[in-house]
Each structure stands twice: as structure tokens, then as C-alpha cells.
């Protein structure tokens, strides 16, 4: 079974602070994925990457950046994390297909004071 | 902008009932249409449509893709307590990225 592993399944920082969330997945996939999910507003897109060292906007890349020097790890930082980023943070990975069927990891919600 | 749209929001049922979800879509380059079911944190997958008019089935859950009207339905028949979740529809565009744009989702509820 394809496996993408969040490293924290909940974390509580402070404003201000800079926040790493790690994915790591098995499967060799080419594409990795962050997206955040808030009520009333679903799953909206951060950052994706298609390749090691590649990265791309997705909808709401403010306040965020992300950093793949690896094919099985990509990692999302909030360089200074604000109350509003207080969400629900999903890692996906796929494979190079375009036809674009994700495999996520099971969250973490991030909680900023 | 690509959008996709869900509804109904929200449903409760009582178990053996069978339930309807939709998803319309307007995503440009369209590739796909998936759909996943979130119980606590990791959605997962449950189908990917890509042809009009072919009928995706597992169980009692079926799906169908209407490229025309631009929609999609989900059916759960004789829906059980372990059926309540969100249920996810998200279309995939073309071209060099290969991203999924959600839907905000449909809670089901199946109450016993």
C-alpha cells in the first residue's frame, strides 16, 4: 500500500514562530502535493511539486513556501506563522500521471496562538 | 478559475436509505473527475472518472460522469452507519500540473 506520512498528527506554535510540516511518501511518486482545509471552504491547494527541486503555487501560496530536495520528502514552511494559517494541513503525493489520482496523508492540524 | 461545486452540503439519512451526491464541474482542460471519502483526516480514494456515460462501481457506491452537463453523480445504496463521512469530488485539469481542484464537500450523516 502507498504510504505519505505527515510527521505531527496535531502541533500547537506561537505567532511569529517558523513552522516546519514534513511528508514523506514510499512510492517513488513524482508529484507531491500541501493543501489546507478549513470548514465551509474544502481543500484549497498551497504548493505542488512535479520534481526534486521543482515547486509550484498552487491557489494560496501566501505566507507559505516549500522545500523538495528529495523525491520522497516535501516540506512546507511557514516562515512566520500567523493565527489565520491555524488549519488542517494535508500532504498527497501521485504519480506522473495527469489523470490525477492522490494519495494523502492522514493531516496535521496546526493550532498557532 | 476552475470551480467545482457540491451539493448537498450537508444530508442525514437513516441506514438502508439510498443517497444521491452531486458534483458539477467547469475546470479547464479537464482530465478527470474523482471522488474520495473523508471519515477522520485522510480522505481516500474511491473513484476516477474520465468517460461520459460509464458507470465506475465498488460495492454500493457507483459513480457516473456526464461531459456534457458537466456533472457527476455518487450513489450509496443501502447505506450503513460506517458510510457517514465527507465525500470529496475534485476535477483534474490538464497541462503540466496535475492538480486537483475540491469541491467543499457533502457531510452524509447515516444515523441507525
Known amino acids: 500500500d502507498v504510504k505519505v506520512t505527515q510527521s505531527s498528527r496535531y502541533l500547537v506554535k506561537r505567532t511569529g514562530e517558523k513552522v516546519f510540516l514534513e511528508c514523506v511518501q514510499d512510492?517513488?511518486?513524482?508529484?507531491m502535493f500541501w493543501y489546507r482545509q478549513d470548514p465551509g471552504l474544502g481543500l484549497r491547494l498551497i504548493y505542488f511539486?512535479?520534481?526534486?527541486?521543482?515547486?509550484e503555487k498552487g491557489d494560496i501560496p501566501e505566507g507559505y513556501s516549500v522545500s523538495r530536495e528529495k523525491k520522497e520528502r516535501f516540506s512546507l514552511i511557514l516562515e512566520s506563522a500567523s493565527t489565520n494559517q491555524t488549519s488542517m494541513y494535508l500532504c498527497?503525493?501521485?504519480?506522473?500521471?495527469?489523470?490525477?489520482?492522490?494519495?494523502f496523508g492522514s493531516g496535521t492540524q496546526l493550532s498557532v496562538l | 478559475e476552475d470551480k467545482v461545486v457540491q451539493s448537498p452540503l450537508s444530508l442525514v439519512v437513516h441506514e438502508g436509505d439510498t443517497v444521491t451526491l452531486n458534483c458539477s464541474y467547469e475546470?479547464?482542460?479537464?482530465?478527470?473527475l474523482l471522488w474520495y471519502k473523508q471519515e477522520k483526516k485522510a480522505p481516500t480514494f474511491l473513484f476516477m472518472l474520465?468517460?461520459?456515460?460509464i458507470e465506475k462501481k465498488s460495492g454500493r457506491l457507483s459513480s457516473i460522469l456526464d461531459k456534457k452537463e458537466l456533472f457527476s453523480i455518487l450513489n450509496i445504496t443501502a447505506t450503513q452507519t460506517g458510510d457517514s463521512a465527507v465525500y470529496l469530488c475534485?476535477?483534474?485539469?490538464?497541462?503540466?500540473?496535475?492538480?486537483?481542484?475540491f469541491g467543499k464537500g457533502t457531510l452524509l450523516t447515516v444515523n441507525p
Open positions: 498527497a503525493s501521485s504519480f506522473g500521471s495527469p489523470r490525477g489520482k492522490l494519495f
Open positions: 512510492m517513488d511518486h513524482e508529484n
Open positions: 511539486s512535479y520534481d526534486v527541486k521543482m515547486k
Open positions: 475546470v479547464t482542460n479537464f482530465r478527470s
Open positions: 474520465t468517460s461520459s456515460g
Open positions: 475534485a476535477g483534474n485539469s490538464g497541462g503540466s500540473n496535475y492538480k486537483l481542484t
